[in-house]
């Protein structure tokens, strides 16, 4: 598990970030700072805003209020500046979204060649010791529709990891697995929380945010509700609505 | 474990005189139905046949070829269409053995037209014995081509260029040069027939689908001003008939124009084609740019990549795909849809045939026989497309979900 130092600059900064589609206020205040090297995990009921949250910090989706600071760089309309906090950030999508005309190894070295402008041979390199990491190499030249879900998810991570990025984000990202295939995309969450890399989760795994979360927040309808380390939250929970979907998720 | 797991085979599938019996022949009605429709068609076959080989009067057909090929084009600079022939042949080897499947289908068609034209039931007088050996030759042309696209060195990317090059050069051996004596310039006026055909329906295919493309993305643009255009011009062709978008192009088209520029006829057919099929095609590839899920476009865009990128990495070759079927379909109406450019005095295969009709007053009432067979070639290469597009269909969907 990583160590964080509380000392250095949170590499993410959220304040009091809102979000309205159109009339609905989808998030309603979140304030969150991040330090290098942490893993997040955040859940809360469908509709509470976790997947909206951290599809802000790359700017899937555009915060109307508040401000998002990732590494140093304020999220503003500015495209530079939203295309270099792309760079820093992967993600990982509860459907996958492999490009289905391109090689599993296609997949994975297609950023680093057009973004980072790396050559072919070396990003093909760099993709199989990814392929190798999260345990796949033999389906490089395979598509993604002959890879099985659990497969496909770990290509979608190796993708993600080609572009080398500063943090990681994890939209539910084992929420259309079958459930003999959830382990193993687990596994590799948990290898690469590991190695320090920095992860924000929206998930309900509580097995995962046990064995190596720093933090956890609880969103309900457009705010946290509360956060703390993982004993806290699973032993000591202050608020009513936590404990209420602590139940409903733990008791089977 | 065994015994739950038992393999048990298939039932064995009937043979055909079993089938015969089980669906044709199972009852007394049933029986007579089928001996019903058996003698009709035999008596159709017969008379069909009766009327190919003995009845019709095929000189119309027989004796023109070379009207059918190439129209008035002059004839003492037929040696241009040879090598044009030839540069086809060549290609067309080198992609088989690079790209094989539809390719070598398009060669193995290509060298039966090559032996029909070589072996053409007419006198040596209406189509020349040199005429047919230069045919013959080109099959070896083919090997030739075959054996060079062997080498290691070429890729098809190279092919790709080649053709791209070859086709310009075609171009510039059928028009000639303005003041070369070797290569003089042939008006357009005097081409015709099937070059004509294929120039209008290949030209208008191949400049149409860029065009096509770019309106697509541009009618789905978040800028008002370019969505507002595409929409405009899309929506403007799609009212118009064809025919009138000819005429238009070829007689109002120069009223507009400064007198001293002058666009040749066929080039003015050429424009109108194109425009008229841009704009269907802008449609056809809208619908497979909506075809392309939204996730895509997130991933892409959480990767980091630009919208350049994203465009032509991601969604085109997604879109397109999803939509072969459409925009075969839209090359092959296209492809008959230049009979229409007889309307503006283009002499493409079937004026030709008509002309032909009427040139001769022996050919009175040959009708028959001379639209089957513009008909019979129009519906090989509209066939030829529909294949070559399942093909592709097939090739490019590797792993689809």
């Known amino acids: 598990m990583s160590e964080h130092q509380a000392t250095t600059q949170p590499i993410i900064i959220a304040r009091d970030v809102h979000k309205w589609y159109g009339q609905f206020h989808a998030l309603r205040g979140i304030t969150m700072e991040v330090q290098k090297g942490e893993v997040i995990v955040i859940f809360g009921p469908s509709g509470s805003g976790k997947s909206t949250f951290i599809r802000t ?39 996958f979204n492999l490009f289905p005309h391109l090689t599993t190894l296609q997949n994975v070295t297609l950023a680093p060649i057009w973004v980072r402008k790396w050559k072919k041979q070396e990003a093909e390199k760099v993709g199989m010791q990814l392929l190798e990491r999260v345990g796949i190499p033999e389906q490089a030249n395979k598509y993604p529709g002959q890879l099985s879900g659990g497969q496909q998810q770990r290509v979608a991570i190796a993708r993600a990891l080609a572009m080398q990025p500063k943090i990681m984000l994890f939209d539910e990202p084992t929420s259309a697995l079958d459930p003999e295939m959830i382990k193993e995309v687990l596994d590799v969450m948990v290898g690469l929380a590991r190695t320090g890399m920095t992860m924000l989760v929206v998930t309900h795994e509580m097995g995962f945010a046990k064995a190596v979360a720093n933090r956890m927040f609880f969103f309900d309808q457009g705010l946290i509700v509360e956060g703390g380390t993982p004993e806290h939250i699973f032993t000591d929970p202050q608020e009513d609505r936590t404990k209420l979907f602590l139940s409903q998720i733990l008791t089977h | 474990m065994a015994s739950i797991y038992q393999e048990i085979r298939p039932p064995e599938p009937p043979g055909p005189l079993t089938w015969i019996r089980k669906n044709l022949f ?12 058996l003698a009709l068609i035999v008596v159709t076959l017969v008379a069909v046949l009766r009327w190919i080989f003995i009845t019709a009067d095929w000189r119309p057909v027989a004796d023109n070829l070379m009207l059918y090929l190439v129209g008035q084009y002059p004839r003492e600079e037929l040696w241009r269409i040879g090598v044009i022939v030839s540069m086809l042949s060549l290609l067309l080897g080198v992609s088989w053995r690079i790209w094989g499947g539809v390719m070598r289908t398009l060669a193995f068609t290509y060298a039966i037209f090559l032996l029909v ?31 060079l696209g062997s080498s290691h060195r070429l890729r098809g990317s190279h092919v790709l260029i080649g053709w791209l090059v070859s086709l310009a050069a075609m171009l510039v051996l059928l028009s000639g040069l303005p003041g070369s004596q070797s290569l003089a310039p042939v008006p357009t006026g005097s081409w015709g027939g099937l070059l004509v055909t294929l120039l209008l329906a290949v030209g208008g295919i191949v400049i149409s689908f860029p065009f096509g493309v770019l309106l697509a993305l541009g009618r789905r643009s978040a800028l008002p001003v370019v969505s507002a255009i595409s929409t405009l011009f899309i929506e403007v062709i799609r009212g118009v008939p064809l025919i009138g978008l000819l005429f238009m192009s070829s007689l109002i088209l120069p009223l507009f124009l400064p007198p001293e520029v002058r666009i040749d006829r066929l080039l003015r057919a050429l424009i109108g084609m194109t425009v008229f099929s841009a704009a269907y095609m802008a449609e056809n590839v809208r619908g497979g740019l909506a075809a392309v899920p939204n996730g895509q476009v997130e991933a892409a865009r ?44 283009v002499l493409e295969l079937l004026s030709i045939g008509r002309s032909i009709l009427q040139a001769d007053p022996a050919f009175i009432g040959l009708q028959m026989e001379v639209y089957l067979f513009v008909a019979a070639v129009f519906w090989i290469f509209s066939y030829l497309m529909s294949y070559a597009s399942q093909r592709l269909e097939v090739a490019l969907g590797v792993g689809e979900r």
């Open chain 1, 57 to 95: 910090i790359n700017r899937l989706e555009e915060h109307q209020k508040g401000q998002i600071i990732v590494d140093g760089i304020e999220l503003t309309h500015d495209i530079r500046n939203i295309e270099a906090v792309r760079m820093e950030t992967g993600m990982v999508f509860q459907q």
């Open chain 2, 26 to 37: 199972n009852n007394w009605y049933n029986s007579l139905l089928s001996l019903g429709s």
């Open chain 2, 117 to 147: 034209v070589a072996l053409w039931p007419s006198s040596l007088e209406s189509f020349a014995l040199q005429a047919r050996a230069a045919m013959f030759a080109n099959l070896g042309v083919i090997l030739v081509g075959f054996l």
């Open chain 2, 302 to 345: 959480a990767l980091g990549l630009s919208n350049l990128n994203i465009t032509t990495l991601i969604v085109l070759p997604q879109a397109l795909r999803a939509v072969i079927p459409p925009m075969v379909g839209q090359f092959i109406s296209l492809f008959k849809d230049t009979t229409l450019a007889s309307g503006v005095a």
